[in-house]
């Protein structure tokens, strides 16, 4: 309680002292914009070489600085796009829009200086990478597509569990310690078919930026990282049409003025086909997924602009009328941009996102449905008080909605009883202060607090247990085993059930060397109230999300990291280095036979542990030339520990440390894109990763007649290394000059060299001999695809 | 509901398989051996159950075609009335047969095992099951593809009270029995069913249909067992598999717990010849 006074006294007096300090100076604003579409770029870089000084546009394309009177020259930079430079006598006050061209629109150049990507020495700002499409669009495809998921896997302190697999970690974290949003709305499953595609169709997204560590305090909810995902606004000068058609999926997207120049809309959909991934001719069975992506854009006037964006997305798996599952995410957001002064920008969002699954299995006569749903409202306002100190404040308010499953007959016959689960809801507010402040020419530092709240609220009636315990140690039979309940406790609508409130500081310092490097450090702590029941390396549509309660405690984080800077050879190439240390206090586990899937009972089966991870990174990047993209390493470990609650208590894994299943001790990755001509472009992945931890046996026996392995400690054991090579070849016919149809053909082939990875061995006994042996089972050889993408 | 898991982890391995499963050497470390109790007393209805087996063995490498049998322990069962049924050993192969048990539904028994100096101990109670009954139907565009003979067989749930059951399948194509646990959950007091069905069942094939009727605790450790035993190492939708404690223990040692459980379950059980 202290600790908080005193931060906020601290944050008030910067302010106070920075407003007084900034009046003779002017303020420089605007939007920036792309000059054939409108598009507001997230990100250019705004610098003036005089003051040594400089800012980047926001979310919405805004800028604002403040500057003494004076002559200057405004370099304006942004990554494939030309850089601008214009001199300016600043006298007053004065807005300032900037159209920037982009760079692949001006082929015929004699000289082009391309503007480059360089790591960001001054801003403290670290553990945070920034891709815009273009970036992701030049890398290779899998399955004929631009995936922004796997662009990312590329990046250092990133993974996922295995080929095909759903989800992504960050730094150690779980798939579901990742806050996704989309247009500020939070996406609960990111991925299509198990993993083979991310939800995000690229060709409607503008800008993706992924905090691994140093998490501005305007994030919250989750622990490991945040992907933070802007959708393009639609073009608001012309009507215009792409789309791409490709083996296994095809997309469509048009955009165009409502009302020239003020108004536009974009409209994204996306399927694969039925059938894709079953071999099964049998036209009984489907798999396939589908998505549109949505947004109106109204700007009002120079100081109003409103955004409505929707996301709607499904997967379909039917097999032979028995089973059918569908499952998906949909978001509706609503936002209001307000500009109440030259220095004071301000967005207003209500969100409303919810993610779906549903079953149906014929043949045991059962339907089951679940799901959450949460509405969000968000203020956030972000005032440049000077060219040296930023301040960004807000408030964001969550109520969930959860049902872990409705469950009921789906026809007379059936044998089943319906039964609803225990619906959940819970109301997560928050709120958050920020500084960006340049403390002296060398030194700048981020710092922030968040305070976030979470209150379970009824209407529920939840179990009550002997010492509070939910689960029990059976000390005769060395097991965990669920406890009984020893009665119910019923609370009323919106009666608090239980309640938490963490305090979480935000640190970000950057010290700069010289003017090519620097040195940067960040420190974070943040508060997960919300929890994916899956007891698996690689989450399945199928898990619940549970809010935490009586029992589950919400998940706490504390890291720390390190990182150096530098770009040499004149911005060339690019280094950065981090290293990072983080842990997690009440990471839960599950007992040894834990039923997840329509237990109403959860808290039976989840112990609190904690994990903790730790880690180098490397990212070395060639920035400029006909041959370009990095290199990333990685090396870390990721660990997790549930110890006994009591001496006699085993825990899991006898209390041991041990590998989380997404742990990879080495992960490099070599990204190249190679322009030849006008004509040809080339890209390659080249991925390699220690084997995922797993648990092989020691031994077997036999009992009842069959073999059981039989198991030691967990996760000491990796898979086999694993590696791949992926090429794609650009193919941009010179016809496409001067005329209104482009077209594009994209070749690629991904795992060339086709290595059977391992996506899992397991141990088994043959069923016609009966003797045990080990199974690989691998997913991709060698997959070729070929798109044709279109626009006009 | 726990076959719902397993077929949903059915589907999504479905979904996998149009990679390719081989099999691979891996080299693995081998543990000391330890004792295996596999007391399974079963009261066939119709029967006395006077007979009843049990069997001792150790563990051994995974890679080995046979396990070491366990010769001269001693062992008996004892029920509340203390009254004592011995177990005899057919010399040298770890099997002890009893000839005079007495079952009693819901009587708890104690298993006592003495070996190389050490007593295991382990208790249980009989638990009696519903008939299976005469209506076996056989489909013969069953299962996930459609295409698989598939045979259906019910039995009445008392919904007076919380029921596991566990059902063993034995055929004539396949060197080792099935097994699968139920509970009553969602089917409370309702005419329960299960289903069997593969792809290498054909006409005149003979299939052994065993329902018994187990403990909670029975259950909770064969659910355990047979995801372990159903290719557990580590695969994305797998849960991390352990060694699965049973219900035998060492009261002097408990890091020398022996593997295996003692169960008494009522059995029914049917022949079923596909059609």
Same mark, same amino acid.
């Given at each position: 309680?202290?600790?908080?006074?005193?931060?906020i006294?601290?944050?008030?007096?910067?302010?106070c002292c920075?407003s007084?300090y900034?009046?003779?100076k002017?303020i420089?604003?605007?939007?920036i914009t792309d000059a054939?579409?409108?598009?507001?770029l997230?990100?250019?870089?705004i610098y003036f070489?005089?003051?040594?000084?400089g800012?980047n546009?926001?979310?919405?394309g805004?800028?604002?600085?403040?500057l003494?009177?004076?002559?200057y020259?405004?370099?304006?930079?942004?990554?494939s796009y030309?850089?601008l430079e214009?001199?300016?006598?600043?006298?007053?006050?004065?807005?300032k829009n900037?159209a920037?061209t982009e760079?692949?629109?001006?082929?015929d150049e004699v000289?082009?200086?391309?503007n480059?990507?360089?790591?960001?020495?001054?801003?403290p700002?670290?553990?945070v990478n920034?891709?815009?499409?273009?970036?992701?669009?030049?890398m290779?495809v899998i399955?004929?597509?631009?995936d922004?998921?796997k662009?990312?896997l590329?990046?250092?302190?990133?993974t996922?569990?295995?080929?095909?697999?759903?989800g992504f970690?960050v730094?150690g974290?779980a798939?579901?310690q990742n806050l996704?949003?989309?247009?500020?709305?939070?996406?609960?499953n990111s991925?299509?078919?198990?993993?083979?595609?991310s939800?995000?169709?690229s060709?409607?997204?503008?800008?993706?930026?992924?905090?691994?560590?140093?998490?501005?305090?305007?994030?919250g909810?989750?622990?490991?990282s945040?992907l933070d995902?802007?959708q393009?606004?639609g073009?608001?000068?012309?009507?215009?049409?792409n789309g791409?058609i490709?083996?296994?999926?095809s997309?469509l997207l048009?955009?165009?003025p409502?009302?020239?120049?003020k108004g536009?809309?974009?409209?994204?959909g996306?399927s694969?086909y039925a059938?894709?991934?079953l071999?099964l001719t049998?036209n009984k069975n489907?798999?396939?997924?589908y998505?549109?992506?949505?947004?109106?854009?109204y700007k009002?006037n120079?100081?109003?602009?409103?955004?409505?964006s929707?996301?709607f997305g499904?997967d379909?798996?039917?097999?032979?009328?028995s089973?059918k599952?569908?499952?998906?995410?949909s978001?509706?957001?609503?936002?209001?941009?307000?500009?109440?002064?030259?220095k004071?920008?301000?967005?207003?969002?209500f969100i409303?996102?919810?993610?779906y699954?549903?079953?149906?299995?014929d043949f045991?006569?059962?339907?089951?449905?679940? +799901?959450?749903k949460?509405?969000n409202?968000k203020?956030?306002?972000?005032?440049?008080?000077s060219d040296?100190?930023k301040?960004?404040?807000g408030?964001n308010?969550v109520y969930?909605?959860?049902n872990?499953g409705?469950?009921?007959p789906n026809?007379?016959?059936?044998?089943?009883?319906?039964?609803?689960?225990?619906?959940?809801y819970?109301f997560?507010p928050?709120f958050?202060?920020?500084?960006?402040?340049?403390?002296?020419?060398?030194?700048?530092v981020?710092y922030?607090?968040?305070?976030s709240?979470?209150?379970?609220?009824?209407?529920q009636?939840?179990n009550?247990?002997?010492?509070n315990q939910?689960v029990?140690?059976n000390?005769?039979?060395k097991?965990?085993?669920?406890?009984?309940p020893?009665g119910?406790e019923?609370?009323?609508k919106?009666?608090t059930m239980?309640?938490?409130n963490n305090?979480?500081?935000r640190?970000?310092v950057a010290?700069?060397?010289d003017d090519?490097q620097s040195?940067k450090a960040?420190?974070?702590?943040m508060?997960?109230?919300?929890?994916?029941i899956?007891?698996?390396a690689?989450?399945t549509?199928?898990d619940?999300?549970?809010?935490s309660?009586?029992?589950?405690?919400?998940?706490l984080?504390?890291?720390v990291?390190?990182?150096y800077?530098?770009?040499?050879?004149?911005d060339?190439?690019?280094l950065?280095?981090?290293?990072?240390y983080?842990?997690v206090?009440?990471r839960?586990d599950?007992?040894?036979?834990a039923?997840?899937?329509a237990?109403?009972?959860?808290?039976?089966?989840v112990?609190? +542990?904690?994990?903790?991870?730790?880690g180098?990174e490397?990212?070395l990047r060639k920035?400029?030339g006909?041959l370009s993209?990095?290199i990333?390493y990685?090396?870390?470990?990721?660990e997790?520990?549930?110890?006994?609650?009591t001496p006699?208590?085993?825990?899991?894994n006898?209390?041991?440390?041990y590998?989380s299943g997404?742990d990879?001790?080495?992960?490099?990755?070599?990204?190249?894109?190679y322009k030849l001509?006008e004509?040809?472009t080339?890209?390659s992945?080249?991925?390699?990763?220690?084997?995922?931890?797993?648990?092989f046996?020691?031994?077997?026996?036999?009992y009842?007649g069959?073999?059981?392995?039989n198991y030691g400690?967990?996760?000491?054991?990796?898979?086999?290394?694993?590696?791949h090579l992926?090429?794609?070849?650009?193919l941009?016919p010179?016809?496409?000059?001067n005329?209104?149809?482009q077209g594009?053909?994209v070749?690629?082939?991904?795992?060339?060299?086709?290595?059977?990875?391992?996506a899992?061995?397991s141990?088994?006994q043959?069923?016609?001999?009966?003797?045990?042996?080990?199974?690989?089972l691998?997913i991709?050889g060698?997959?070729p695809s070929?798109t044709?993408?279109?626009?006009f | 509901?726990?076959?719902?898991?397993?077929?949903i982890?059915l589907i999504?391995?479905?979904l996998?398989?149009f990679?390719?499963e081989k099999?691979?050497d891996?080299?693995?470390d081998?543990a000391?051996?330890?004792l295996?109790?596999?007391?399974?007393i079963?009261w066939?209805?119709g029967?006395?159950?006077n007979e009843q087996k049990?069997k001792?063995?150790?563990t051994a490498?995974?890679y080995?075609?046979s396990v070491?049998v366990?010769?001269g322990a001693?062992?008996?069962?004892t029920?509340?009335?203390?009254?004592?049924?011995?177990f005899?050993?057919?010399?040298n192969t770890?099997?002890?047969l009893c000839?005079?048990?007495?079952p009693?539904?819901?009587?708890?028994?104690t298993?006592?095992?003495?070996?190389?100096?050490?007593t295991?101990?382990?208790?249980?109670?009989l638990?009696?099951?519903?008939?299976i009954e005469?209506?076996?139907?056989?489909?013969n565009e069953g299962g996930?593809t459609?295409?698989e003979i598939e045979?259906?067989?019910?039995?009445?749930d008392n919904?007076?009270?919380?029921?596991f059951?566990?059902?063993?399948?034995k055929?004539?194509?396949?060197?080792?029995?099935?097994?699968g646990v139920?509970e009553?959950?969602f089917?409370?007091g309702n005419q329960?069913f299960?289903?069997?069905s593969?792809?290498?069942?054909k006409p005149?094939?003979?299939?052994n249909?065993?329902l018994?009727?187990i403990?909670?605790?029975?259950?909770n450790?064969m659910?355990?067992?047979?995801?372990?035993?159903? +290719?557990?190492g580590g695969?994305?939708f797998?849960?991390p598999?352990a060694?699965v404690?049973g219900n035998v223990?060492?009261?002097?040692d408990?890091?020398?717990?022996?593997l295996?459980?003692?169960?008494?379950?009522?059995?029914?059980?049917?022949?079923y010849?596909?059609q």
């Open positions: 309680m202290i600790l908080r006074k005193t931060s006294t601290f944050l008030i007096l910067f302010i920075f007084s900034a009046q003779e002017f420089l604003s605007g939007i054939k579409t409108n598009e507001t997230i990100g250019v870089n070489p005089e003051l040594k000084t800012t546009t926001n979310e919405y805004f800028y604002s600085i403040s003494p009177k004076g002559d020259t405004i370099q304006y930079n942004y990554v030309l850089p214009e001199k300016i006598n600043l006298q007053q006050n004065t807005k900037i920037l760079n692949a629109q001006q082929l000289v082009i200086i391309e480059r990507k360089k790591a960001d020495i001054r801003k700002e670290m553990s920034k891709l815009t499409i273009a970036e992701i669009k030049k290779p399955l004929g597509e631009t922004i998921l662009s990312i590329q990046l250092p302190g990133v996922n569990a295995g080929e095909g697999q759903s970690n730094r974290g798939a579901d996704i949003l989309l247009d500020e709305a939070t996406i609960y991925s299509h078919l198990f993993g083979f595609f939800v995000f169709n060709d409607a997204i503008k800008d993706l930026k992924l905090y691994k560590g140093g998490i501005p305090a305007r994030f909810g989750r622990v490991a945040v995902i802007y393009k606004d073009n608001s000068k012309n009507f215009h049409v791409g490709g083996l296994i999926s997309r048009a955009e165009g409502i009302v020239k120049d536009s809309f974009l409209v994204a996306r694969s059938h894709l991934f071999k049998d489907s798999a396939y997924f998505d549109l992506n949505t947004k109106l854009t009002f120079e100081n109003n602009n409103l955004f409505l929707g996301y499904r379909v798996f039917s097999l032979n009328e089973f599952n569908t499952y998906g995410n978001v509706l957001n609503l936002r209001w941009n307000h500009l109440f002064s030259d004071l920008f301000s967005n207003m969002s409303y996102s919810d993610y699954y549903g079953l149906t299995l045991v006569g059962f339907n089951w449905d679940s +799901g959450i949460n509405y409202f203020y956030d306002l972000k005032h440049y008080l040296k100190f301040l960004a404040y408030l308010t969930y909605d959860f872990p409705t469950i009921e026809n007379s016959e059936s044998g089943i009883n319906p039964d609803q689960l225990d619906k959940k819970a997560e928050s958050y202060i920020e500084t960006e402040q340049q403390l002296t020419k060398k030194f700048s981020n922030g607090l968040r305070y709240m979470f209150y379970r609220l009824g209407s009636e939840i009550t247990y002997a010492n939910a029990v140690w000390n005769d039979l097991i965990y085993e669920k406890a009984t020893t119910t019923k609370f009323g919106n009666e239980a309640s938490f305090l979480e500081p640190l970000a010290y700069t060397l090519n040195v960040s420190y974070n702590r508060a997960q109230y919300l929890h994916l899956s007891n698996t690689s989450p549509p199928l619940v999300w549970t809010p309660d009586k029992f589950i405690k919400p998940q984080l504390d890291q990291a390190v990182g800077f530098r770009n040499f050879s004149k060339k190439y690019s950065e280095v981090e290293t990072f983080k842990k206090k009440n839960i599950y007992i040894d036979g039923d997840l899937i237990n109403n009972a959860i808290e039976q089966v112990l609190n +542990g904690r994990s903790r991870a730790y180098l490397v990212l920035n400029t006909k993209g990095w990333s990685t090396l870390s470990r990721t997790q520990q549930t110890p006994g609650r006699e208590e085993y825990g899991i006898y209390g041991n440390w590998k997404y990879k001790t080495h992960n490099l990755s070599v990204t190249g894109a001509n004509k040809w080339f890209g992945i080249f991925t390699l990763q220690t084997g995922q931890p797993v648990t046996p020691d031994s077997y026996y036999v009842q069959i073999q059981i392995p400690g967990r996760n000491e054991s990796n898979l086999p290394t694993y590696h992926d090429v794609s070849a650009t941009t010179r016809k496409n000059k005329r209104k149809w594009e053909w070749f690629s082939v991904y795992n060339i060299y086709n290595r059977m990875n391992s899992s061995i141990f088994r043959n069923s016609d001999t009966g003797n045990n042996e080990a199974v690989r691998s991709f060698a997959v070929v044709y993408n279109f626009k | 509901m726990k076959k719902t898991v397993q077929y982890s999504l391995i479905a996998l398989t990679g390719c099999v691979v891996v080299d693995l081998t000391p051996p330890k295996v109790v596999d007391a399974s079963q066939v209805k029967t006395s159950g049990i001792l063995t150790t490498p995974y080995n075609n070491p366990v010769s001693t062992v008996f069962i029920n509340s009335a203390n009254v004592v049924f011995n005899i050993e057919i010399p770890g099997e002890y000839t005079d048990f007495q009693v539904i819901n009587e708890t028994y298993l006592t095992v003495i070996y190389n100096g050490q295991f101990n382990a208790t249980e109670t638990t009696a099951v519903p008939d005469n209506n076996i139907e056989q489909n996930f459609g295409d045979i259906k067989f019910f039995y009445q919904g007076a009270e919380d029921n059951y566990m059902i063993g399948i055929t004539n194509y396949k060197p080792f029995p099935e097994y139920l009553d959950r089917f409370q329960m299960g289903l069997y593969n792809e290498d069942l005149g094939d003979l299939v249909i065993k018994y009727g403990s909670q605790q029975y259950y450790y659910n355990v067992l047979l995801s372990v035993a159903g +290719g557990g695969g994305p797998q849960s598999p060694t404690r223990v060492n009261q002097a408990e890091n020398n717990f022996a295996g459980y003692f169960n008494l379950s009522e059995v029914d059980t049917v022949d010849t596909i």
